[in-house]
């Protein structure tokens, strides 16, 4: 029940504010459950997990204060503009070349020795997967209202979703795959950084946010992403290592 309510929420959010700030946002899961299994679960969380989720916070803030603070698409009309630009189909078009061979060639042969490769494909599929999470909720906005415009948005809507369907069955099964091979926490904490990275390049292309953002703000966006990013790997690589504050008091003993 909390999951289904959480991702109602993060699809919300995609329709209120930029996606540049709601998909490195999502991160803050990582602290957050760490945080409660330690105390729920008597799961172990070393000197770098709390400094992971001390970070990610703090990265977490610097996203919020120099994100963009208006959406650049916020109708159908500039929606179905945006999807037929044809920078936007050329970057459609190397990414589903890309997802090709990595599918049907490089993933068979590769796959299980190469974490990369499932990352890989879970992440571009990420630049079908939000884009199309934002398009419908600001499809669904005409849909119920009597005018022309409401039909051409039942279409569109009914594409992106099957889009978006097509899109998560594809990422649930090269994931379940790369956690087969890999260790989880690895692949949980590179996973992140390569998914956000090709989102927000996605949605940049497609819904233009980065136009109005400032040197300062581009610069303080970056921080705030890099800083989440080590935060998570804190959290997620380095949570089996048997450390904590109190080695710290400990005597460098040397012998000659």
């Not at 009309?77 to 190397?94: H, I």
């Not at 499932?118 to 884009?131: N, R």
């Not at 594809?170 to 690895?186: G, H, M």
């Not at 998914?195 to 390049?201: A, E, G």
């Amino acid at each position: 029940l909390t999951v289904a309510l959480g991702q109602i929420g993060n699809f919300l959010a995609y329709t209120a504010v930029p996606t540049v700030l709601v998909t490195p946002l999502g991160a803050l899961g990582v602290p957050f459950g760490s945080i409660l299994a330690s105390y729920l679960l008597k799961e172990k969380l070393n000197i770098l997990g709390k400094l992971g989720c001390l970070l990610s916070c703090a990265g977490s803030v610097v996203l919020i204060i120099h994100s963009p603070k208006s959406e650049s698409v916020t109708t159908q009309a500039e929606l179905e503009e945006k999807l037929t630009n044809p920078v936007f189909v050329g970057y459609l078009c190397v990414v589903l070349l890309m997802l090709l061979l990595l599918i049907f060639w490089i993933a068979p042969a590769h796959g299980p020795t190469n974490i990369m490769v499932y990352i890989s494909i879970c992440s571009l599929l990420g630049s079908f997967t939000v884009p199309s999470t934002k398009g419908i909720g600001l499809a669904a906005q005409d849909i119920f209202h009597n005018n022309p415009s409401s039909q051409r948005a039942l279409y569109l809507c009914l594409v992106l979703l099957a889009v978006l369907g097509c899109s998560i069955i594809i990422q649930f099964r090269y994931i379940n795959k790369a956690l087969e091979c890999f260790d989880s926490s690895v692949f949980g904490a590179i996973y992140y950084v390569v998914f956000t990275s090709l989102v927000l390049l996605a949605s940049a292309i497609l819904f233009r946010e980065w136009s109005n953002v400032g040197v300062v703000d581009f610069l303080g966006m970056a921080c705030g992403f890099t800083t989440v990013s080590i935060g998570i790997v804190l959290i997620q690589v380095f949570k089996e290592f048997n450390f904590n504050i109190g080695d710290l008091n400990k005597p460098n003993m040397k012998t000659d």
